[in-house]
């Protein structure tokens, strides 16, 4: 989900949010793998000093988008001039599956937490797409999509990389990957904050860019426009981001090559 943890009761017609933070379905069933959300910050790094983001003539505001060439990070997807944050929570139906036992105590509750794993969501650096459903949708031509509906194809992209090389070497496909997934991210070492570290996993933790509110990236707490074109915290509060797995970002963003590897070594290990 794109919204946080803010919800829309469906009930009411989606014309009203709950005041309490909710996960969304189907990416809380057990049976889904869940794609949270990051931004990648390769090579810049964003510096801002105001928490308008865009001027009175309809322009982006250059002290909100301020950056500086270099620096290497990746921080929890929350984009404060959308608005829109990636999702995650504990579910409201579904118990802690068994595969989750380690993440008991950051989900605070017998209910399965959400996302599983992460990758690069954000709109400002997000990917191209070719449309062409002008004039039900938008003009056709190239446009630059972000969220978690630009996440999880990526990340569906390297599960098939790796069952491609589990038939090369005549070998079962994956199947269910989420006990692969945790078995994976559940050992020692799995998931590393440096750039050019091991692991099967980039960990993501909270950030602090510029001078700015909106540059503390350090949960999925949806913001809000205000009357005077600035952005604040919404009402609905979220989950914070940790070191290892959390229910903003799961196991941070998989790092392809030694990913692919550990997950096909899990699924051929007894």
């Known amino acids: 989900g794109d919204d946080g943890s ?20 189907p990416a809380s069933s ?57 999702g995650g929570g504990p579910s409201a139906i579904y118990p802690r599956p068994t595969w989750q036992a380690q993440q008991a105590p950051i989900i605070g509750r017998d209910a399965r937490g959400v996302p599983d794993l992460s990758w690069n969501a954000a709109v400002n650096g997000g990917v191209l797409v070719w449309i062409t459903a002008f004039p039900g949708y938008q003009r056709s031509g190239w446009h630059v999509y972000g969220g978690t509906s630009a996440a999880s194809p990526q990340v569906a992209g390297l599960i098939a990389l790796a069952n491609e090389q589990q038939a090369a070497a005549a070998q079962p496909p994956l199947g269910f990957l989420n006990p692969l997934l945790y078995r994976v991210g559940d050992q020692p070492g799995a998931a590393t904050a440096a750039f050019g570290g091991g692991g099967s996993f980039r960990d993501i933790v909270p950030h602090t860019y510029g001078t700015a509110a909106s540059g503390v990236l350090a949960d999925n707490r949806l913001w809000q426009y205000n009357a005077d074109g600035s952005v604040s915290p919404g009402p609905v509060p979220g989950w914070p981001t940790l070191p290892g797995w959390d229910m903003t970002t799961g196991f941070g963003s998989p790092r392809a090559a030694a990913f692919v590897a550990a997950i096909r070594a899990a699924r051929n290990t007894p």
């Open 30 to 86: 057990p049976y889904v793998t869940a794609v949270g959300g990051t931004q990648l910050q390769y090579g810049w790094t964003w510096q801002p000093a105001s928490d308008v983001p865009f001027l009175a003539n309809g322009d982006y505001n250059p002290a909100y988008f301020a950056f500086t060439s270099g620096g290497n990070s990746e921080p929890v997807w929350n984009e404060t001039w959308l608005p829109a944050a990636t």
């Open 6 to 25: 803010t919800g829309v009761a469906k009930q009411h017609g989606q014309t009203a949010t709950y005041p309490f933070p909710t996960v969304g379905w």
